[in-house]
């Protein structure tokens, strides 16, 4: 069973980048279909999407956050790693990084993002 | 960018009463289209894919319809563990979440 878990400093200056890593366990990041995303939760308020990073590599980015985010990947640690760089408090969120599967042949419908991580708190402040 | 408008962004419903999300594209999506349940302090959990499929291990309770730009989201039967904010999610085009709705228990 797949299963995420999000790392980094809860704590980042304004101006500087925030750097999170995703360690995954019970699957392999490179498994075909899989699409490793990156969200986050202002608080109080609702979801917003980063960007993904998909098993072969590639990877996209929200319009809005694009200028700023880069999603990569370790193969060797299993890990996918999100920075977002020229912080300030608007970035101050709560973190998830979640996977899907891609497409389920029963259906052909493409799954939904079915495993989470707890969540990581970064507050953006001097 | 595909912008989603859901609504209401809040309810409050006795426990049994059928409730019933909805969530519209700005675009058309096809059943590209997802339901999320989030209990405070928790992850999202998706509920359904697919616009209407329920995912494994999700009670019946909850189901989906819709396609195109209109998408709907019922809870046959309100439960108390049903009081959670509820999200669509769109994957036609990258992701966008709606707004939200934030179910309470009368």
């Known amino acids: 069973q797949v299963q995420l878990q999000e790392s980094g400093p809860g704590l980042v200056k304004p101006s500087q980048t925030l750097s999170l890593t995703c360690t995954v366990s019970g699957a392999s990041i490179t498994s075909g279909g899989y699409y490793w995303s990156w969200i986050r939760q202002h608080p109080g308020k609702g979801l917003e999407w980063i960007g993904y990073?998909?098993?072969?590599?590639?990877?996209y980015y929200s319009p809005s956050l694009q200028s700023r985010v880069t999603i990569s990947r370790d193969t060797s640690k299993n890990q996918f790693s999100l920075k977002l760089n020229s912080v300030n408090a608007a970035d101050t969120a709560v973190y998830y990084c979640a996977s899907r599967r891609g497409v389920d042949t029963a259906t052909g419908y493409h799954y939904g993002m079915d495993v989470w991580g707890q969540g990581t708190a970064v507050t953006v402040s001097s | 960018a595909i912008q989603m408008t859901q609504s209401p962004s809040s309810l409050s419903a006795s426990v049994g009463a059928r409730v019933t999300i909805t969530c519209r594209a700005s675009q058309g999506i096809g059943n590209r289209l997802g339901w999320y349940q989030q209990k405070l302090g928790k992850a999202p959990k998706v509920l359904i894919y697919?616009?209407?499929t329920l995912q494994s291990g999700v009670t019946s309770r909850f189901s989906g319809s819709g396609s195109g730009t209109d998408f709907t989201l019922t809870i046959s039967s309100l439960q108390p563990e049903d009081s959670a904010t509820y999200y669509c999610l769109q994957d036609y085009d990258f992701f966008t979440f709606g707004g939200g709705t934030k179910v309470e228990i009368k």
């Open positions: 990073i998909y098993y072969s590599g590639s990877a």
């Open positions: 697919g616009a209407s």
